[in-house]
C-alpha cells in the first residue's frame, strides 16, 4: 500500500512540474512568440482597453494621445488621435488594432502602454487603485519649426506642398529640431474604426507618387549633385591632395583617365580659381580631378568615414544607407570616380545624412548621432530615460572643419548660396546642389539641394533642404535659386523666436507654500 501511495505521489509530482515547466514556457520563454503572433489578438485587445500615454513635441504641442471610444456598440474602448494629422505622421506614426504599429508608436509602444519593467515596478505600489501606468515621449522636435518647414515647402504660385524634405538639427548633440517629409499623410485616416476603411487608405498610400508612408527625410536617398563637394573637400584636406594654396586653371572640359568623354561644368561654362573660387562657384572639373588624385582607395575609404553605406543610427525604425561605391566599382572606372567626386553618378544621400554632414563641419568635425527622443516619462512625469548624446563619426580633424567652415561662408556671400543669408545680419555658411538626372534629350529631371549651418561663427542649427522634380520649375533652377529661401525661412524663424524669447521678460515665480500653520492648516499638517 505504502508503495502504491508513493508512485501515486511520485506521478503526481512528476504532472505537476510538468504543467510548472509548460506554463513558464508558454508564459515567459514563448511570451514575445505568442504575443506577435496574428492569431492572437488578446494582447492587442487588452492594449486597446486601457489608457495609452501622450507623445509630444519640445514645445508641449500633444502629437498623440488615447481618447475614449462612446460609442455604446464599440469593441474597443480607446481609440488613438493625432491631433497634428500629416505635420508628424511620419514621426509619430500610427497605432490601430488590425494594422499595428508604425515610427515611436511602434518603438516606444511598451513605454507608452506602461509595460516597461521599471513602469511595472513602479505600479506594484497601487496594485489595486487602478492607476493609470502608461507614459509619455516627448522630443527634441519643435512643433513651430515643423510648421514653418511644411508652410516653406509650398510653392509660392500654386500654394502646393513640393516634394522634398526639411532636416534641421542641433550640430553639438545630434537632436532633431524639425525633420518635414512631402508628401506626408494623416495618422487619423489610419486609426479609423472600420478596418476595412483603413486598408483602402493605406491601400491609396503605397500607391500614391512619392510614398507618403515612407519618410524621404530618412528613408529614402537621393543624388545629391554639388552638395557632395563638401565630402569631397573633406577628404582631400584629410589626405594632403588640396589646401587653400591650390589653384586651378579655368576651362570648360576635362577628360578623365579611361575615357575620351570630357566632364564638363553646371551649363559649360569655363570655371577655375582658388579652391575658395572653385567652391563657392561649384565648379564640376576640380572636385572630379580631386576624386581621380585621391584614387579609389583613399576616396571610398573617405566616405565611409562619413558614414555612407551605413544605416544612419536615428531612433526611429527603418532608416537607409547613403551609398557612394566601393573600390572595385571604380578600379576600372575612374570616369564613374571622377563623377562621383562632385555628386553625380553612382552617389545617392538621405536628406538627413546631409544636415548631418552640414552639422559635422560646424560641430568641428564631429559627427553626432541623429535622435528625435528627448525623454520618457511614467504618468506622474518622473523621469524613465532622457537620451544621451553620441558621437557616431569623427571624419575629419578640426582644421579640415574650419577650412571647410570658410568655404561654405564663401558660398553664401559670394557664391551660389546667396539666397542663405540671413537676416539681422546673421552670418550662415552654405553648399547647394543640382542633381541633373535626365541624359541628354531626355525629359529634365533633377534635386535641388541647400546644406549648412549658422551662426558660422559658433554654429546652433544645421539644416539640409531637398527638392525633387521633373516639372520645369525644379529641373531648371539650382538648389540655390529653390533651396536655399527655403533653409533661410527656417533660420530665420529660428533665431527669431529665440530673440523673441530673450526679449520676453520671465512669468512671476509662484508663491512659495507656507511654512508656519495658517487658517486653514493645522501645525500637523493635516485639515481642521
Known amino acids: 500500500m505504502n508503495a502504491r501511495i508513493r508512485r501515486l505521489a511520485v506521478g503526481m509530482l512528476v504532472c505537476y512540474l510538468a504543467l510548472f515547466v509548460q506554463l513558464n514556457v508558454l508564459q515567459v520563454g514563448r511570451e514575445e512568440e505568442l504575443s506577435s503572433d496574428p492569431r492572437n489578438d488578446r494582447q492587442t485587445i487588452r492594449d486597446f482597453n486601457r489608457p495609452r500615454g501622450e507623445i509630444l513635441s519640445a514645445d508641449g504641442v500633444v502629437l498623440a494621445f488615447s481618447e ?21 505622421g511620419n514621426i509619430t506614426g500610427y497605432h490601430t488594432f488590425n494594422f499595428g504599429s508604425t515610427q515611436l508608436e511602434r518603438v516606444h509602444s511598451d513605454v507608452l502602454a506602461g509595460t516597461t519593467s521599471a513602469q511595472q ?19 527634441t522636435m519643435r512643433a513651430d519649426v515643423q510648421m514653418v518647414a511644411r508652410e516653406a515647402l509650398k510653392d509660392p504660385r500654386t500654394g502646393l506642398e513640393r516634394e522634398g524634405s526639411v532636416v534641421v538639427m542641433d550640430p553639438r548633440t545630434g537632436a532633431v529640431i524639425a525633420m518635414y517629409s512631402s508628401p506626408p499623410y494623416d495618422p487619423n485616416l489610419v486609426v479609423v474604426p472600420s478596418s476595412q476603411e483603413a486598408a483602402d487608405v493605406l491601400e491609396f498610400l503605397n500607391n500614391f507618387p512619392g510614398k507618403p508612408l515612407l519618410a524621404n527625410t530618412y528613408q529614402e536617398r537621393y543624388m ?14 584629410e589626405n594632403g591632395v588640396v589646401s587653400l594654396d591650390r589653384a586651378w586653371p579655368s576651362e570648360r572640359e576635362w577628360v578623365p583617365p579611361q575615357t575620351t568623354d570630357p566632364i ?3 551649363g559649360g561654362s569655363s570655371c577655375g580659381g582658388s579652391l575658395v573660387e572653385v ?17 579609389p582607395e583613399r ?18 525604425p527603418g532608416s537607409v544607407a547613403s ?10 572606372q575612374l570616369p564613374l570616380l571622377a563623377i562621383g567626386g562632385f555628386g553625380q553618378g553612382n552617389d545617392v544621400m538621405v536628406p538627413l545624412h546631409m544636415a548631418m554632414v552640414a552639422a559635422t563641419v560646424a560641430n568641428g568635425g564631429v559627427m553626432m548621432a541623429p535622435h528625435v527622443v528627448d525623454v520618457t516619462r511614467y504618468h506622474d512625469d518622473t523621469v524613465l530615460e532622457r537620451t544621451r548624446p553620441q558621437v557616431w563619426k569623427t571624419p575629419i580633424s578640426p582644421s579640415t572643419a574650419a577650412t571647410l567652415n570658410t568655404l561654405m561662408v564663401g558660398v553664401v556671400n559670394r557664391g551660389t548660396g546667396r ?14 546642389g543640382t542633381a541633373q538626372l535626365n541624359n541628354t534629350g531626355e525629359e529634365e529631371r533633377s534635386h535641388a539641394w541647400i546644406i549648412g549651418f549658422a551662426p558660422a561663427e559658433a554654429p546652433r542649427y544645421a539644416i539640409a533642404v531637398m527638392l525633387k522634380g521633373t516639372n520645369a520649375e525644379i529641373s531648371a533652377s539650382t538648389g540655390g535659386q529653390l533651396a536655399g529661401p527655403i533653409a533661410k525661412t527656417v533660420l530665420d524663424h529660428l533665431f527669431r523666436t529665440e530673440a523673441l524669447a530673450a526679449a520676453t521678460p520671465p512669468a512671476p515665480a509662484a508663491p512659495a507654500a507656507p511654512t508656519e500653520p495658517t487658517e486653514s492648516t493645522s501645525s500637523a499638517g493635516g485639515t481642521p
Open 279 to 295: 567652391f563657392f562657384r561649384s565648379c564640376n572639373i576640380p572636385f572630379a580631378q580631386m576624386a581621380v588624385e585621391l584614387g
Open 264 to 266: 564638363q561644368n553646371y
Open 121 to 139: 515596478l513602479k505600479a506594484l505600489s497601487n496594485l489595486f487603485s487602478g492607476q493609470d501606468v502608461s507614459g509619455s515621449v516627448v522630443l
Open 299 to 316: 576616396m571610398v575609404a573617405g566616405t565611409k568615414a562619413w558614414g555612407i553605406g551605413e544605416r544612419i543610427p536615428i531612433d526611429l
Open 419 to 432: 539666397t542663405m543669408q540671413l537676416d539681422g545680419g546673421i552670418q550662415a555658411a552654405a553648399k547647394t
Open 68 to 88: 475614449p471610444v462612446t460609442s455604446p456598440n464599440a469593441e474597443l474602448e480607446y481609440q488613438r488621435v493625432y491631433p497634428t494629422g500629416a505635420l508628424f
Open 224 to 237: 545629391p549633385g554639388s552638395s557632395f563637394k563638401v565630402i569631397t573637400t573633406g577628404i582631400a584636406l
Open 323 to 332: 551609398s557612394f561605391g566601393e573600390v572595385e566599382d571604380f578600379t576600372d
